[in-house]
């Protein structure tokens, strides 16, 4: 039974995809006061979150992903960075943590981290269509084609009309 800490801390992760496209809104029709609230809320959540994940206990791997993903949405790489590290080396099961590292290493220019992190993905949620996407983009980045074309084809089987199946495909011709 999940802790009345793990449902705020659950509510927190919710409201920051909320917050997310509220300033993504706010940047596109150049809301500069606006873009500093949502900032600045997304700010308290991951502090919130970080020291919920300083107490330990159940609630530990929630935390972590929360402060995680709130610092990974405001562009703050090495610090989203140490929070999922901690996250999958507690549970090196979690799928979702392997996840957000790939597009942290990527965004960090990492290509052996990420490809290490979107393999970790890909074995822990094997279904999702995403986690092979961004598999097939990391092998391309390291130049690993032919595990490449593979992973785009499992994507592809799951998501015949996934727009980032056409985006890769297109790399392939492009390297033809």
């Known amino acids: 039974m999940a802790s009345s800490l793990d449902f705020e801390l659950r ?3 919710n409201e920051l995809w909320e917050l997310e496209g509220h300033r993504d809104q706010a940047i596109a029709a150049e809301r500069t006061e606006l873009v500093g ?4 809320r997304m700010l308290a959540i991951a502090k919130t979150a970080y020291d919920a994940a ?19 949405m405001l562009g703050r790489w090495e610090e989203a ?8 080396e507690s549970n090196p099961n979690s799928g979702e943590a392997w996840l957000e590292l790939t597009w942290i290493y990527t965004e960090l220019d990492r290509p052996i981290d990420a490809l290490r992190a979107a393999r970790n993905a ?3 949620l094997p279904d999702e269509a995403d986690t092979w996407l ?12 032919e595990p490449a074309r593979d992973a785009l084809a499992a994507a592809e089987e799951m998501e015949p009309d996934n727009p980032r199946v056409a985006q890769l495909r297109a790399a392939f011709e492009f390297e033809a």
Not at 37 to 40: A, I, T, W
């Open 81 to 88: 960075e140490g929070g999922f590290r901690r996250l999958t």
């Open 37 to 40: 609230r949502c900032e600045q």
């Open 122 to 124: 890909a074995a822990q």
């Open 11 to 13: 509510n927190m992760g």
């Open 54 to 72: 300083q107490t330990g206990g159940p609630h530990y791997e929630v935390a972590c992903f929360v402060a995680g993903l709130a610092l990974r």
């Open 134 to 145: 961004n598999l097939t983009q990391c092998l391309l980045a390291v130049d690993e084609f």
